[in-house]
């Protein structure tokens, strides 16, 4: 078996815990489970602008906020829910192209305080701006779509619904990150210099990592009016950034499993330690550091460790360098 | 049609007080290999990087292939058909050897859309793995290119310049660093490219028999000037040369 063989082997697996699990589970499981499909698809977008290209950003939760308040308006004056969706990823490509444009100037924790700045600026639009957006109150009752007169209208079947749009997003970000484009990305991360003197437009790859991580967030923010049918402005503040942060970081930025798995972490960890009270927030924050400091690149980066003590590759003889002296 | 590649006229370059680089000029032509040697800080990184619009330099003008290259951005320098590497080692290193050779010659496949469609190699697996053969680097094929030793690593980075198929390419210290061995199948694999696609070479070298022996032509610079120009052997006993390098 090739490695290829293991991963569609491992996806076609997963894919089928997906579909069965869920089934007969109560509303709130189904809650959790739906939600963690959808913050998996904003941290795949952030996986894509950071993890990939390199590009420090902490707005992708505004990205989720846009794309939220478009669907819910657009679906609130009766339109389908399809057009909210592909309003709010085109509305939020563009706009993440325009806060692309810092990026070609500043680096690192600069550019993290414009793009916190642009998270603060989407939070006080949304909550100064009543006529638009319900202000504090927010907006309400954003129905559940209908396809081919299948309705989405209970929790299983919303599920579902989610799942198919997951599936689609994985698959366009897998392809995105495998195409030439992802090696664009990856050399940008790695040398951006380099990049440029091999012919790469490292402008133009820039933009695009900030425009494509950010479509993700507005298809997630998408599928958040449906599912809570309530939003506010308050669910899209600079802490909900840092938290799809995590999940990028605690999963293994630059992995195509990461960011899932570190979401699958960040919405289940808090549940699962919710019985030590008032001192779960403290042992989550302690778990992270000792997370961070064993290992930067997150769980993925443990479990390579842990597979290479297994199964220890076979190393050419670097040190010698016979191979290579010609 | 002529046969100079690479035309550099007048340049001079100043940081602060310090002039780097004094009305710098030559031409270099077709399937030539040239050598820029002169002591530590005597200039040459800074003249190529204004060769290659790194650098904007006070004055002077620079032409390659009959373009002129002032603020000129370096891929689309790059795809003019202009290679280059840089004196510090500058390979991805979490990519592997492969990806990194493909990416060197990725953007000069089709448009940027058809990247992202097409085949996820670009259709270069092929020539990708020629030119690891040709600089004997199979056996490091899917390694990660950090993982390599440093001689191993240069040589990935030079392969990286030739990948796209360039007319000229600048070498900056590409046996720095670089143990005795892998310094002869460097030279080696430099020499066999140059006569096998008939490339125009400009390389800066610290290491003297390797630019002796590799170079047709060499020009010497000693704080930002041409002192001596000409053929090695001449070169060698020219004495100006010998105390700008004992002297400096
Ligand atoms: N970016 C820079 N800023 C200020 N001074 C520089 C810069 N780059 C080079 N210099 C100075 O210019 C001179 C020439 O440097 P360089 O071109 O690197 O020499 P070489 O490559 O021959 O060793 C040196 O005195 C160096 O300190
Ligand atoms: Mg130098």
């Known amino acids: 078996m090739t490695r290829k063989h293991v991963h569609i082997a491992f996806a076609v697996i997963a894919l089928a815990l997906l579909i069965f699990v869920p089934l007969g589970q109560k509303n709130y499981i189904l809650y959790v489970l739906t939600s963690w499909l959808m913050f998996s698809i904003a941290a795949m977008g952030l996986n894509l602008t950071l993890g990939y290209a390199g590009q420090i950003s902490l707005a992708q939760a505004s990205f989720m906020g846009i794309g939220a308040y478009v669907t819910a308006l657009i679906t609130l004056a009766g339109y389908h829910w399809v057009f909210g969706w592909l309003a709010a990823m085109g509305l939020t490509f563009v706009i993440g192209l325009l806060l692309g444009y810092p990026a070609l100037r500043v680096q690192h924790h600069f550019l993290a305080f414009v793009t916190l700045a642009f998270n603060t600026i989407v939070f006080l639009v949304l909550r100064n701006e009543d006529w638009l957006t319900g202000g504090n109150h927010g907006l309400v009752g954003m129905p559940r779509p209908d396809f081919f007169g299948i309705s989405t209208g209970r929790n299983l079947q919303f599920y579902y619904f989610v799942l198919v749009l997951f599936v689609i997003s994985a698959g366009v970000f897998f392809w995105i990150v495998n195409s030439p484009w992802g090696r664009a990305f990856k050399a940008l991360r790695e040398n951006p210099v380099r990049a440029e003197s091999l012919g790469v437009d490292t402008r133009r790859i820039t933009l695009l990592a900030f425009a494509i991580g950010s479509a993700f967030g507005g298809g997630a923010g998408a599928i958040m009016s449906p599912l809570v049918q309530f939003i506010e402005p308050g669910s899209f503040a600079l802490i909900h950034s840092l938290k799809i942060l995590l999940m990028v970081v605690v999963g293994g930025a630059g992995f195509f499993y990461g960011p899932m798995l570190g979401a699958a972490v960040v919405i289940l960890l808090p549940e699962v330690l919710r019985f030590t009270d008032g001192y779960y927030l403290m042992i989550y924050a302690a778990l992270v550091i000792v997370l961070m400091v064993y290992s930067p690149s997150g769980l993925i980066g443990i479990g390579q460790k842990l597979m290479q003590q297994i199964r220890p590759r076979q190393e050419v003889r670097k040190d010698m360098a016979k191979g290579a002296q010609l | ?248």
Do not use: W
């Open chain 2, 1 to 248: 049609m002529t046969d100079t590649v690479l035309s550099v006229r007048g340049i001079s370059k100043s940081f602060g007080g310090i002039q780097a680089v004094r009305d710098v000029s030559f031409d270099v032509q077709k399937g030539e290999v040239l050598g820029l040697i002169g002591p530590n800080g005597s200039g040459k990184s800074t003249l190529f990087n204004c060769v290659l619009g790194q650098l904007r330099p006070d004055s002077g003008q620079v032409t390659i292939n009959d373009h002129k290259v002032a603020n000129m951005r370096a891929s689309h320098l790059n795809k003019l058909g202009v290679g280059r590497t840089f004196q510090q080692l500058s390979v991805f290193p979490q990519m592997s050897v492969l990806d990194n050779i493909i990416l060197a010659g990725q953007e000069h496949k089709g448009s940027m859309a058809s990247r992202l469609f097409g085949p996820s190699d670009a259709g270069l697996t092929r020539a990708a793995d020629q030119m690891i053969a040709f600089f004997r680097l199979e056996h490091l094929r899917d390694e990660m290119a950090g993982s390599l030793s440093y001689g191993q690593q240069k040589l990935v980075d030079a392969a990286m310049a030739f990948m796209a198929g360039p007319s000229l390419v600048l070498l900056d210290e590409p046996a720095g660093g670089v143990n005795l061995t892998m310094l002869g199948s460097l030279k080696d694999r430099l020499e066999t490219y140059n006569r096998e696609h008939g490339t125009t070479f400009v390389v800066i070298e610290h290491n003297m028999e390797f630019v002796m022996s590799l170079c047709t032509r060499i020009i010497v610079l000693a704080e930002g000037e041409i002192i001596a120009e000409g053929a090695p052997e001449e070169i060698r006993a020219n004495q100006q040369v010998i105390d700008a390098y004992l002297g400096g």
